[in-house]
T-cell receptor, first 110, second 116 residues
Framework: GQNIDQPTEMTATEGAIVQINCTYQ??????LFWYQQHAGEAPTFLSY????GLEEKGRFSSFLSRSKGYSYLLLKELQMKDSASYLC???????????FGQGTELSVKP | DVKVTQSSRYLVKRTGEKVFLECVQD?????MFWYRQDPGLGLRLIYF???????EKGDIPEGYSVSREKKERFSLILESASTNQTSMYLC???????????????FGPGTRLLVL
């Protein structure tokens, strides 16, 4: 299968930095997405990586290593509103569908 | 503004009922998807469609069917609802098939279905 692995839950403090990791099977890999999902709401797009390296977007950055089958989402200057589930999704070269990890539930505490 | 809408936010049905979940997108996207989301299991793909009248099975199609008669509308059908189909159902749409360029899936607000 095409297992996407990410931690189930993480806790961090307001103002801190947190890194959420994601590993995936590399065969047929065509790109990797990160989504944010607040409780009871639909996922919203955060980032897309297809090449190796770091993509920075304000407080959020996403990193990809294609050879290692590894990505992380980095959240800086954490705010309470960042408490949400973060979904890693891989775009495989087999017809355009995304395979999602189970999501990482992030709790930001004061 | 990008928009994917679903017919209901909350739905309660009885075992054995036929259930229709409707999804409409106004972005002229070719691709449409139906997922279900359950605690601890993440998003799982039920069915998807790349064009009108075209459908492909996802990872968990059993107990479901779909219909895409028009480009903007993708319907998920539970032929005979069962309690294990109680879940959050999310519809999504996206642009053309893979070219290696950036694309995203846009999600609807979700339908929380309870089957009694």
């Amino acid at each position: 299968g095409q297992n996407i692995d990410q931690p189930t839950e993480m806790t961090a403090t307001e103002g801190a930095i947190v890194q959420i990791n994601c590993t995936y099977q590399t065969s047929g890999f065509n790109g990797l997405f990160w989504y944010q999902q607040h409780a009871g709401e639909a996922p919203t797009f955060l980032s897309y990586n297809v090449l190796d390296g770091l993509e920075e977007k304000g407080r959020f950055s996403s990193f990809l290593s294609r050879s290692k089958g590894y990505s992380y989402l980095l959240l800086k200057e954490l705010q309470m509103k960042d408490s949400a589930s973060y979904l890693c999704a891989v775009y495989y070269n087999q017809g355009g569908k995304l395979i999602f990890g189970q999501g990482t539930e992030l709790s930001v505490k004061p | 503004d990008v928009k994917v809408t679903q017919s209901s936010r909350y739905l309660v049905k009885r075992t054995g009922e036929k259930v229709f979940l409707e999804c409409v997108q106004d972005m002229d996207h070719e691709n449409m998807f139906w997922y279900r989301q359950d605690p601890g299991l993440g998003l799982r793909l039920i069915y998807f469609s790349y064009d009108v009248k075209m459908k492909e099975k996802g990872d968990i199609p059993e107990g479901y069917s779909v219909s895409r008669e028009k480009k903007e509308r993708f319907s998920l059908i539970l032929e005979s609802a069962s309690t294990n189909q109680t879940s959050m159902y999310l519809c999504a749409s996206s642009t053309d098939p893979p070219t290696g360029n950036q694309e995203t899936q846009y999600f609807g607000p979700g339908t929380r279905l309870l089957v009694l």
